[in-house]
């Protein structure tokens, strides 16, 4: 069965591509799509773009032109979740599209036609991510400290798991997260953090019937500090995580 591994940027993939056995570069859609084996396991690497509309052209030529049997997301996100610190992770139990609003037709985040706001990731894919992003994190390999990239800092990195929401813009003020995190909480939606791709990636597996999966390192805030923290971030951290969590991943699949 070939997992795809999709990232938005190529900094969120890390040296997976490098790494792959017998790889095959094929371009589709104006995208290059890297088929190979990775852990064992045969995989197609895939960089989504950012964005919805990007990351769901993906995701539907992984279904319909590579056949893969799952999707699993990994790349950064904007901390909003209490106690969710940059240097953390946070995997999905599912998605939201926090620009979505047919109201007053539909409640405010429901996606039409589907009769549901929330997508749902995954379950088995989840604790596997979990189980890697966990062990990655107890051997000490994880942390950020923005004077010195290359080593963890004080604030020892935690896994938490919950809600992700996806929208088409770059959250970078204390202002709009507060606001955000706030309208969410009201309506019982806990957000742990915001991005912009994954929630369009879970509606196309959810069309396809593939199963899901996303694991994001925090990258900043979604404050006034996040267009300086994002870019140092992905340059420096972002592929480490990737490349650790998702070697860890695709090992506890082959079992």
Known sequence: ??????????????????????PERVMHAGRAFWRGG???????????????????TTATVLAERFGVER????????????????GDVAVAHGFLQHDM??????????????????????????????????????????????????IGHSHASRVHQGLI??????VSTSAE?????????????????????GAAVAQVCHDYGLPFAAVRTISDRADDGAHVDFPHFVRH??????????????RLLSK
């Open 1 to 22: 069965m070939t997992t795809a591994i999709l990232s938005a940027l190529s900094e969120e993939q890390g040296s997976l591509v490098h790494a792959l056995a017998q």
């Open 71 to 86: 999707i699993v997301f990994t790349g950064v996100a904007g901390g909003l979740g209490a106690g969710v610190q940059v």
């Open 38 to 56: 990775l852990q064992g396991q045969p995989v197609v690497l895939a960089l989504s773009g950012i964005g919805k509309v990007a990351a769901a």
């Open 177 to 197: 997260s507060g606001a955000l995190r706030q309208a969410l909480a009201a309506a019982g939606h806990e957000a742990l953090a915001v991005e912009m791709e």
């Open 165 to 170: 929401v996806s929208g088409d813009r770059f």
């Open 101 to 150: 609003d047919a109201s007053p037709i539909f409640p405010r985040w429901e996606l039409p036609g589907y009769g549901m706001a929330r997508m749902p990731c995954d379950a088995g894919l989840t604790a596997m991510l979990f189980e890697a992003v966990n062990d990655y994190l107890t051997r000490g390999k994880g942390g950020f400290d923005p004077q010195n990239p290359g």
């Open 237 to 250: 951290v972002a592929s480490r995580y990737a490349d650790h969590i998702i070697r860890e991943f695709l």
